[in-house]
C-alpha cells in the first residue's frame, strides 16, 4: 500500500516553512521524511518524534540533544542538523538530507569489504568521532546503522541522541545503560561508565566487521553477546578471513581491547594509528579481495537496536536460561519496519534502502566500496560484453595515458610532494586548518586517493595548518553592544552576560570576558561578559521628607526616583514618603530606580467606647478597631475607667490608645 495515502504528514507544511514530501523511514522513536524548506528552497530530512512519545520528557530531551550535539560539531563528517522545533503536536529535526545508504545497507549486501574500503570508510568516521571527543563529546551508539553513505561518497556520522559529556553520568538511570548491544564497550556493560575510549571499542568492532561480513560476538539472545563481549576478546579479523596483514589484526586488537586503558585515548589518537596502518600495507594488500560471501539478508535483531541494558553483568548461566533478550528496547521497532537510521538524513529511527535506480544500482556510494548488485545472467552478460568492448575501445586509444593518486594521507608535506613525484605527476600545496590532522601533514588531496588522473596532471595536496584559533579581543570598556559585534566580527560566539558593582568601569561597559582577552580558542567558542553595574551605592532613607525633597536626595546620590502611581494612608503626613524600595540602607548600583510611595496622612477612624469594660473586651474591642493598645492599671479589680482618647472621637488607624484600669 502507498504509505503516501496513509501518512497525514505528507504534503504537510510544518511551522509554515517545511513541506512534507515523502517519508524516507519509520523507527522506534521517529520517522524520517524528505522535505522541502520553503524559506530557503532546499531539500532537507526531517525527522518527527511519534505522537506517542511527545508527552514523554525523556525523549523529548533526548531529541532535543541529538540537534544541539550534532550542531555545535558543525563537521563535515557529522550529519549537519539545521533547525529544531515543534508544530502543534509535532517535535521535529530539520537535518541534512544524505542522498545515499547506510554502512549496514553495504555490509548485509556485500559482506566484507577490501580493506582499503574499510578504512576509506572508517577514517571519516573517526574524523568525526574525533571533532566530538575534542569537544568534550562522547557518541555512545557508534554502529553500522549510524554511517551514512551519500551518493558523492562522503561519509557521514548520524544519530548523537546519546551522546553526553565526557565525565557526565552515561547511564540512563542508575542500574541501566544505553546503548547497542553489539557495539558496546565492557565498562559500559559493567559498569555504565562511556568515555571516549567506548566509541573506540564500538570503532574497532565496526572495522572488524567490515573487515570479515559478521560481527565477531554472535549469541541466541543479546545477553550472550554481552557476556561474550565482557569475558572474551575480539578475535583477529585474519581467523575469519586468511590472508589479512597482520597490521590489521593489531588495529583491531589494540581499538577494541576489553581494558579501556589498552585502547587509544580517543578517535583523535587511533585516527593517527589507521593512517600509519595504511601507509604500512601495500597496494595488493589494501586491495585484497575479501571472500565472496555475502552478508545476511535478515532483518537486524533486537543486539542491532538502540536500547536501555541492565548494569549488571550478565552469566554465562543466566544468558543460557533466559529465554529471551535481557533488555529493554527504548520502543520496538515495528513490525517489517527496518531499524538502520535513514539514508536520507540520519538519527534514531529506521531505514529502507534507497530505492534503486534504473539500472537496479542502490547508489553510487557501493560503486566506491567495489560492489555491485546481482543481476539476472542474461543481462549480466550483455553488460559484460558491452563494457568489455568498450573498456578496450578507450584502452586502444589511451593506453598509457592515465595513473593513480597515490596514498599520501597523512604523511610529511615533503613525504607527500616525494610520492607524488615518484608517480610522475605535478603537486601544487594548498594549505586548511584541521582539528583532527596534525600541522604539516597531508589532510587531502584532489584527485582523490587511487583515483585516476592523466599521467602528466597535477595532484592537490592539501597540507594542514593544525586546529584553527582565534584570539579572544580586549572589550573591556566597550559597551556590552561594541562588545558583542568585535567578539563576533573575530569568529567567536558572544555568550552569557551577568553584572556586578564597579568602581573602575563605566556603567554598561564590559568588565572582562571569560576567556580572558588574549586567550586562544576555537572559531564558534562562546565569550562570556561582566558588565559593570556601577559604583556602589548606599541608598538613602527618604521616609517622613516632603515628595520634592526625597526626589532630589536620591538624585543627588546617584539614583533615579521614581513615584507610585497611588498614594496610602500612613502615620506619616499627607505629601510626605509613606515608604520606599529599596529601603534605607541597602546597596542599589548608579541609575538604580527607587520607589517611593506618597502618604495620603493618617486613615482616622472611630475610637470605641471601652469605658466600664474589663481589661481583655477592652483590649480586643480596640485591637479590633485597629489600634494598638497600653495598659495601665491603678487598682487590680479589672475594670477601665478611663482612656486617652473618648469613646466616638476620631484617631489615626494604628495609633496607640491608652487604657486605665482599676
Not at 568516521?125 to 553500522?144: I, T
Amino acid at each position: 500500500m502507498d504509505t503516501t495515502l496513509r501518512d497525514p504528514l505528507i504534503g504537510h507544511v510544518l511551522d509554515g516553512r517545511y513541506r512534507v514530501e515523502a517519508r524516507i523511514a519509520v523507527g522506534g522513536m521517529a520517522t524520517v521524511y524528505r522535505a522541502l524548506d520553503t524559506r530557503l528552497d532546499r531539500v532537507l530530512a526531517l525527522k518527527v518524534m511519534h505522537p506517542s512519545l511527545v508527552d514523554d520528557a525523556s525523549f523529548v530531551d533526548r531529541f532535543i540533544r541529538e540537534a544541539k550535539s550534532a550542531a555545535r560539531l558543525a563537521h563535515p563528517n557529522v550529519v549537519g542538523v539545521f533547525d529544531q522545533g515543534s508544530d502543534g503536536g509535532c517535535v521535529y529535526l530539520a537535518m541534512e538530507y544524505v542522498e545515499g545508504c547506510t554502512l549496514r545497507d553495504v555490509l548485509r549486501e556485500r559482506g566484507a569489504l577490501q580493506p582499503r574500503a574499510a578504512l576509506d570508510v572508517l577514517e571519516p568516521v573517526l574524523a568525526a568521532l574525533g571533532a566530538a571527543h575534542l569537544a568534550g563529546l562522547v557518541h555512545r551508539d557508534v554502529k553500522p546503522e549510524n554511517v551514512l553513505i551519500g551518493d558523492d561518497g562522503r561519509v557521514k556520522v548520524a544519530d548523537f541522541g546519546l551522546v553526553r559529556a565526557v565525565g557526565q553520568q552515561t547511564s540512563a538511570s542508575t542500574g541501566s545503560v544505553m546503548g547497542t548491544v553489539s557495539y558496546l564497550a565492557p565498562e559500559q556493560i559493567e559498569h555504565g561508565v562511556a568515555d571516549a575510549r567506548a566509541d573506540v571499542y564500538a570503532c574497532g568492532v565496526v572495522l572488524y566487521e567490515m573487515l570479515t561480513g559478521s560481527k565477531p560476538h554472535a549469541g541466541g539472545t543479546p545477553a550472550q553477546v554481552l557476556y561474550q563481549h565482557l569475558q572474551e576478546d575480539v578475535p583477529a579479523p585474519s581467523g575469519a578471513v586468511p590472508g589479512l596483514p597482520a597490521a590489521l589484526d593489531e588495529l583491531v586488537a589494540r581499538s577494541a581491547a576489553r581494558d579501556p586503558e589498552r585502547r587509544p585515548a580517543d578517535a583523535v589518537e587511533l585516527l593517527a594509528e589507521v593512517g600509519a596502518v595504511r601507509r604500512s600495507l601495500t597496494d595488493e594488500q589494501l586491495d585484497a579481495l575479501p571472500p565472496a560471501a555475502r552478508g545476511t539478508d535478515t532483518p537486524p535483531g533486537a543486539e542491532d537496536r538502540t536500547t536501555v541494558l541492565p548494569r549488571r553483568a550478565p552469566t554465562a548461566g543466566s544468558a543460557a536460561d533466559e529465554g529471551g533478550p535481557e533488555h529493554t528496547s527504548v520502543l520496538p521497532t515495528p513490525v517489517g519496519e527496518p531499524s538502520a537510521p535513514p539514508g536520507g538524513a540520519g538519527g534514531t529511527g529506521g531505514t529502507a534502502p534507497p530505492e534503486p535506480d534504473a539500472d537496479g544500482r542502490r547508489g553510487r556510494p557501493f560503486r566506491r566500496l567495489g560492489w555491485r548488485p546481482r543481476r539476472p545472467v542474461p543481462a549480466l552478460v550483455v553488460t559484460v560484453l558491452l563494457v568489455l568492448g568498450t573498456a578496450l575501445g578507450v584502452w586502444y586509444v589511451s593506453a598509457g595515458q592515465f595513473t593513480r593518486t597515490p596514498g599520501v594521507l597523512g604523511l610529511t608535506e615533503a613525504e607527500a610532494k616525494r610520492a607524488v613525484d615518484r608517480a610522475g605527476l605535478e603537486w601544487r600545496i594548498a594549505r586548511e586548518h584541521s582539528e583532527t590532522v596534525e600541522r604539516g601533514r597531508v589532510v587531502s588531496t584532489v584527485p582523490g586517493r587511487g583515483e585516476r588522473i592523466r599521467a602528466n596532471g597535477t595532484v592537490t595536496i592539501t597540507v594542514s595548518r593544525g586546529p584553527e584559533r582565534v584570539e579572544v579581543p580586549d572589550v573591556t570598556g566597550d559597551t556590552l553592544a561594541d562588545a558583542r559585534r568585535r567578539i563576533g566580527d573575530a569568529g567567536l560566539e558572544p555568550g552569557m552576560v551577568t553584572r556586578e558593582f564597579s568602581e573602575d568601569v563605566a556603567r554598561g561597559s564590559v568588565v572582562r570576558t571569560d576567556p580572558a582577552a588574549g586567550e586562544a580558542r576555537r572559531p564558534g567558542t562562546a565569550v562570556a561578559f561582566t558588565v559593570s553595574k556601577g559604583a556602589r551605592i548606599e541608598v538613602p532613607d527618604v521616609v517622613g521628607e516632603a515628595e520634592g525633597t526625597a526626589r532630589q536626595r536620591l538624585t543627588e546620590a546617584g539614583l533615579t526616583a521614581e513615584v507610585a502611581p497611588e498614594r496610602v494612608f500612613s502615620r506619616e503626613e499627607a505629601g510626605t514618603v509613606a515608604r520606599q524600595s529599596p529601603g534605607e540602607g541597602s546597596v542599589a548600583a548608579e541609575g538604580d530606580t527607587v520607589t517611593i510611595t506618597v502618604s495620603k496622612g493618617p486613615d482616622m477612624v472611630a475610637v470605641p467606647d471601652v469605658e466600664g469594660m474589663g481589661e481583655d473586651e477592652a483590649v480586643r474591642a480596640l485591637e479590633d478597631a485597629d489600634f494598638e493598645v497600653k495598659v495601665r492599671r491603678v487598682f487590680f479589680t479589672g475594670t477601665v475607667f478611663d482612656q486617652s482618647v473618648d469613646g466616638g472621637e476620631r484617631a489615626p488607624r494604628g495609633s496607640t490608645i491608652t487604657i486605665w484600669v482599676r
